[in-house]
Antibody, heavy 121, light 109 residues
Framework: QVQLVQSGAEVKKPGSSVKVSCKAS????????ISWVRQAPGQGLEWMGG????????NYAQKFQARVTITADESTNTAYMELFSLTSEGTAVYYC??????????????WGQGTPVTVSS | QAVVTQEPSLTVSPGGTVTLTCGSS?????????PAWFQQKPGQAPRTLIY???NKHSWTPVRFSGSLLGGEAALTLSGAQPEDEAEYFC?????????FGGGTKLTVL
């Protein structure tokens, strides 16, 4: 059974950065497509980008290309999302999600519990 | 970036049938967009219901089904239950980039 456990809530100052982790258990980690999805308060879902650990190269949505780094550590089955130059727009819940192990970004079969990030001075 | 459109809100009676749709600004939605549908209840993470247009997960209630209808992806709920009241998001794939629709708030009343 696939489980994704994310790191805890964060409070950050504008201009700083935040790094959220997502530890996977069950299934095949290295060949999976792991995505990051943002949800601002009262808003919809936004796909930020993702990574297939065995390939190592992340794939980003155009909007987040310059301000996000997604990485993965195969030794610990953990994916990371780091968001830089935070503004109030960064206040959101950040989810990781992964596929069935087929390396398909369009498959968001399993979801983490979400990590709330608050950006406030 | 493509824009994915959904009805902002819909209402269905208990036991009734409702169809939610998902359109693309680039033209007709096809199986190549790998349409997926997610259910989200307040305070919870989204849950996948449908992937690749019409495939269900083991946890997807039988009353949900996915299809392509008139150039759009569609999620049909047959025999609505009170617990189906939630927000529903569709997801379309565009050459490796994934785009969510704005969501449909479904009321069972």
């Amino acid at each position: 059974q696939v489980q994704l456990v994310q790191s805890g809530a964060e409070v950050k100052k504008p201009g700083s950065s935040v790094k959220v982790s997502c530890k996977a258990s069950g299934g095949t980690f290295s060949n999976s497509a792991i995505s990051w999805v943002r949800q601002a308060p009262g808003q919809g879902l936004e796909w930020m980008g993702g990574i297939i650990p065995v390939f190592g190269t992340a794939n980003y949505a155009q909007k987040f290309q310059a301000r996000v780094t997604i990485t993965a550590d195969e030794s610990t089955n953990t994916a990371y999302m780091e968001l830089f130059s935070l503004t109030s727009e960064g206040t959101a819940v950040y989810y990781c999600a992964r596929d069935d192990g087929s390396g398909s970004y369009h498959r968001l079969d399993y979801w983490g519990q979400g990590t709330p990030v608050t950006v406030s001075s | 970036q493509a824009v994915v459109t959904q009805e902002p809100s819909l209402t269905v009676s208990p036991g009734g049938t409702v169809t939610l749709t998902c359109g693309s600004s680039t033209g007709a939605v096809t199986s190549g967009h790998y349409p997926a549908w997610f259910q989200q209840k307040p305070g919870q993470a989204p849950r996948t219901l449908i992937y690749d247009t019409s495939n269900k997960h083991s946890w997807t209630p039988v009353r949900f089904s996915g299809s392509l209808l008139g150039g759009e992806a569609a999620l049909t709920l047959s025999g609505a239950q009170p617990e189906d009241e939630a927000e529903y998001f569709c997801l379309l794939s565009y050459d490796g980039a994934q785009v969510f629709g704005g969501g449909t708030k479904l009321t069972v009343l």
